[in-house]
């Protein structure tokens, strides 16, 4: 199975809510990145977190990191309708240079 | 800057026939990547290069599929002779250091068809 893998695979909200979306890994790495991709686009970078910090915030995102449980969350709070896209985690292992992707969440936010 | 150009955005081919994909990567950036994105099997990894030079093509599905880079600012995907099951979207994606802990620019995207 992929290095890094998304719960839930759909979620659907409200606006002004907010979305919570997990990461799980399974072997060491060096840091775990999110990612966006709105419909038929190329996938936009959001936030990096390193294996030596456990929590980050850039603007309405909070990102952890629990190197113990090989897992992250990315929260987005108040959520908008234009929030609405796919997020993934990817991962670089300690042991290399390549990010694996995870197989991403599908968020709708309703207006 | 222009980020990651591509093209063709949209490729309609019939089986068997050559495609090749094209990728700009951002002027600077010396680590280029082509990824594959289907439903079935999500974003994946098909080769990258650093400096011009191939340093994973792991992913690389089978001899059929080549890619080649000639210099900084150019780098191609080549599926000959092309399958249905290559039908997907193929993304190119740079970064401006040797490492892929950098954040990846990724470009729109071509979305083959291959009937």
């Known amino acids: 199975s992929q290095q890094g893998e998304e719960d839930p695979q759909a979620l659907s909200i409200q606006e002004g809510e907010n979305a919570t979306m997990n990461c799980s890994y399974k072997t060491s790495i060096n840091n775990l990145q999110w990612y966006r991709q709105n419909s038929g686009r190329g996938l936009v970078h959001l936030i990096l977190?390193?294996?030596?910090?456990r929590e980050k915030h850039s603007g309405r995102l909070r990102v952890t990191l629990d190197t113990s449980k090989k897992s992250s969350s990315l929260l987005i709070t108040a959520s908008r309708a234009a929030d609405t896209a796919s997020y993934f985690c990817?991962?670089?292992?300690?042991?290399?240079?390549?990010?694996?992707f995870g197989e991403g969440t599908q968020l709708t936010v309703n207006p | 800057d222009a980020g990651v150009i591509q093209s063709p955005r949209h490729e309609v081919t019939e089986m068997g026939q050559e495609v090749t994909l094209r990728c700009k990567p951002i002027?600077?950036?010396?680590?280029l990547f082509w990824y594959r994105q289907t439903m079935m099997r999500g974003l994946e990894l098909l080769i990258y290069f650093n400096n011009n030079v191939p340093i994973d093509d792991s992913g690389m599905p089978e001899d059929r599929f080549s890619a080649k880079m000639p210099n900084a600012s150019f780098s191609t995907l080549k599926i000959q002779p092309s399958e249905p099951r290559d039908s997907a979207v193929y993304f190119c994606a740079s970064i401006p250091s040797g490492g892929g802990a950098d954040t990846q620019y990724f470009g729109p995207g071509t979305r083959l068809t291959v009937l």
């Open positions: 977190i390193r294996s030596n910090e």
């Open positions: 990817a991962t670089d292992a300690a042991s290399g240079s390549r990010l694996t």
């Open positions: 002027s600077g950036h010396n680590s």
